[in-house]
């Protein structure tokens, strides 16, 4: 399944954050199975582009495959989407998990990029197209 048709991306970069959110009841229950490392918890969404104009279609079947951290105050939740990690983008995608002072979630693409990820359980993710 490509992601990709009938979405409106805006070349030149500007535009809106799409993507989706991970489901509120299933986030608490995440944040128990994967205690946050660092103190700034995000465990918010799954980005698809930063430069979107409209809600993505639904994700079809997310399941978390791997963690990212880097010990130095990046940890991410790796996801395959209809069975792969490689966003359109050519990225991996994640769920930013938590990040320590100074430190921001666009890291987690140059943590997984680096480090490459430690396979995980196969949890599958309720996710919600959104754009913020």
Known sequence: MSLLP???FN???AGVTIGWKLDREQRA???KTYPPRYADVIADHVTLSV???KAPPHAGEAIIVGHADDGAG???LVVAI???TAR???KVWHVTWSLAKGRT???SNDVIARLGWTVSNGEKLILAPALW
Do not use: F
């Open 6 to 8: 009938n979405l409106n």
């Open 11 to 13: 070349k030149g970069g």
């Open 29 to 31: 229950a995440l944040l």
């Open 51 to 53: 430069s979107g104009t």
């Open 74 to 76: 990046v940890e991410a």
């Open 82 to 84: 209809e069975g792969s």
């Open 88 to 90: 359109p983008d050519g």
């Open 105 to 107: 979630a666009r890291e």
